[in-house]
Nanobody, 115 residues
Framework: VQLQASGGGSVQPGGSLGLSCVASGSIPYLMGWYRQVPGKQREMVATVTSGGTTDYAASAEGRFTVSRDNSKNTIDLQMGSLKPEDTAVYFC????????????WGQGTLVTVSS
């Protein structure tokens, strides 16, 4: 499975930004976005199953929207009301099979929120 992420960049606080990731292969069970700040553990931002069930980190709830298109094997993350603390490298992750712990990660894309 190969993942190609796009989007990211710099935005001012309160602004919006979108991320997109496309996966190769079959429709995975789980797709998600994670982020990491230097010196800290990678954390989940939002995930969505092939059935459309979503899960958000508390910090993302109400500000971010995750969606996926199974016909294209893509996952998008629309981020709004961005805060400086949202600054991080964002990673796309897929888990192809529900009962297998095998995960695949895309290359990170930097999101910087700063005035």
């Amino acid at each position: 499975v190969q993942l190609q992420a796009s989007g990211g960049g710099s935005v001012q606080p309160g602004g919006s930004l979108g991320l997109s990731c496309v996966a190769s292969g079959s429709i995975p069970y789980l797709m998600g976005w994670y982020r990491q700040v230097p010196g800290k553990q990678r954390e989940m931002v939002a995930t969505v199953t092939s059935g459309g069930t979503t899960d958000y980190a508390a910090s993302a709830e109400g500000r971010f929207t995750v969606s996926r298109d199974n016909s294209k094997n893509t996952i998008d993350l629309q981020m709004g009301s961005l805060k400086p603390e949202d600054t991080a490298v964002y990673f796309c992750r897929v888990r192809p099979l529900k009962w297998s712990p095998q995960d695949y990660w895309g290359q990170g894309t930097l999101v910087t929120v700063s005035s």
